[in-house]
Nanobody, 123 residues
């Protein structure tokens, strides 16, 4: 089993920045990819970004390209999501997820999930 704990969410004004963290524990050697998803009220959970646990490959949804950066610190078993130039439409609960295989943008292909952290962007 792998446990994931997100932190770093909060309230920020449009144009501001936040950095989310996701600390992994347990059988972290089984992790191949780590992803971030978000879910706005009344909407489905959608893909935001993904990174290989080795850190040599990243992918983003189009709406956050150039604004968000996913990174990892293997020594700390932690993945980060740096969010800049935040917009009101970025408001959502952000979830960290871990996959033991070649998961990319489909939430169903991830094996473990964190509890989520709220990000609210005021306009």
């Amino acid at each position: 089993q792998v446990q994931l704990v997100e932190s770093g969410g909060g309230l920020v004004q449009a144009g501001g920045s936040l950095r989310l963290s996701c600390a992994a524990s347990g059988r972290t050697l089984s992790i191949y990819r780590m992803g971030w998803f978000r879910q706005a009220p009344g909407k489905e959970r959608v893909f935001v970004a993904v990174i290989n646990w080795s850190g040599n490959s990243e992918s983003y949804t189009d709406s956050v390209k150039g604004r968000f950066t996913i990174s990892r610190d293997n020594a700390k078993n932690t993945v980060y999501l740096q969010m800049n130039s935040l917009k009101s439409e970025d408001t959502a609960v952000y979830y960290c997820a871990a996959s033991r295989n070649f998961a990319l943008r489909s939430a169903g292909s991830y094996d473990y999930w964190g509890q989520g952290t709220q990000v609210t962007v005021s306009s």
